[in-house]
């Protein structure tokens, strides 16, 4: 199994919304805080959100508040990303990754190793 696979993404108009998932292979999942990054065309890849290994603590890029929203399946060794009110801006490529330190999830280049990501366009 692949360390980490994304799904979820597609097409959708503005205002819509989707749902992404990524499941994860390693042992000790509920020891992990996770989240999600995006990179859009021509810009590097951002902070989106993430989760703490309790689920009690949550964090948000300011771009995302209030329409976008994590959380975890630690049955499943997934994280989920609901995202509303869907804006042209937010297109992308989604990633998700995880890390035994919460905290450094904020910063991207703390990860080596990615999945494939999942594509999500916004239309106007």
């Known amino acids: 199994q692949e360390p980490l696979v994304e799904s979820g993404g597609g097409l959708v108009q503005a205002g819509g919304s989707l749902t992404l998932s990524c499941t994860f292979a390693?042992?000790?999942?509920?020891?992990?805080?996770l989240g999600w990054f995006r990179q859009a065309p021509g810009k590097e890849r951002e902070f989106v959100a993430l989760?703490?290994?309790?689920?009690?603590?949550?964090d948000y890029a300011d771009s995302v508040k209030g329409r976008f929203t994590i959380s975890r399946d630690d049955a499943e060794k997934a994280v989920l990303l609901q995202m509303n009110n869907l804006k042209p801006e937010d297109t992308a490529v989604y990633y998700c990754?995880?890390?035994?330190?919460?905290?450094?999830?904020?910063?991207?280049?703390?990860?080596?190793?990615w999945g494939q990501g999942t594509l999500v366009t916004v239309s106007s």
């Open positions: 390693m042992r000790s999942f509920s020891s992990f805080g």
């Open positions: 990754n995880a890390h035994l330190v919460t905290r450094l999830i904020r910063t991207p280049g703390t990860f080596r190793r």
């Open positions: 989760i703490s290994p309790s689920g009690a603590d949550t």
